[in-house]
């Protein structure tokens, strides 16, 4: 789901040269980021970006509901309109449960799965076996819409997680391991901050499918969105994928 993220990130931009991608064709995707670095904003924008191409509705999962709905530039679009539907599973039981029963459930397939706060459902049984299952499970969901939407189309699915501090070995271990179920992964590491506002560096590797790429993120006091291209400079390697260090690739 990297093009789709892209797009927010693009504000609204059409994807570029080769980057048209089905959701069927393209990897699932990991959100990575420190506490308060926008993951839920972002996830929530991906959300209005699918939703509005009309392809169908999009699934929303999150342990509690958004206190507050992130708001865009030009996005005058209401979620309950676009069929953004929330689900909020308050244990790992009750999301297991959910996910198992995803074939059950009757009325047009998603066409979008979105997962936030993955780190506090794998808390209640932080072991890498618990994480291989859910991402496991994850996935197979993902694929199950997908077959129901038809051919050429297919479900997308965008895990946000949040990132620990160096040290951690057993959270170490998780994200490696979910790194092999999520080769597209978009990275937020805090930037320097100015009055009244809360900026974001997002790194987007896309798993093989275009180019890397790099905006700046702001967030105003009212919740408002703005996205424009990093400023890259020559040498500039303060972002690398793997690391688990404070969100930061």
Known sequence: ????????????????????????????????????????????????????????????????????????????LEPLRLQIRFQYPPSTHELLRLLCSAHETRGPAPSLLLLDGLEEYLTEDPGSQEAAYLAALLLDTAAHFSHRVGSGRGCGLIVALQTQEEGDSATALQLALLQRYFPAQCWLQPDAPSPGQHCLRACLEPGG?????????TFRQDGEMTVTPWPTQAGDTSLHKGSSSGGQP
């Open 209 to 217: 499918l275009g180019a890397r790429a790099e905006w700046r993120v």
């Open 1 to 76: 789901m990297a093009e789709t993220l892209r797009r927010v990130l693009n504000s609204g931009g059409a994807a570029g040269p080769g980057e048209e991608n089905t959701a069927e064709a393209e990897p699932p995707l990991l959100l990575l980021g420190g506490h308060g670095s926008g993951k839920t904003a972002l996830l929530f924008a991906a959300a209005l970006e699918a939703a509005g191409e009309g392809r169908g509705p999009v699934l929303f999962l999150t342990r509690r509901p958004l206190q507050s709905l992130p708001r865009r530039i030009g996005a005058a």
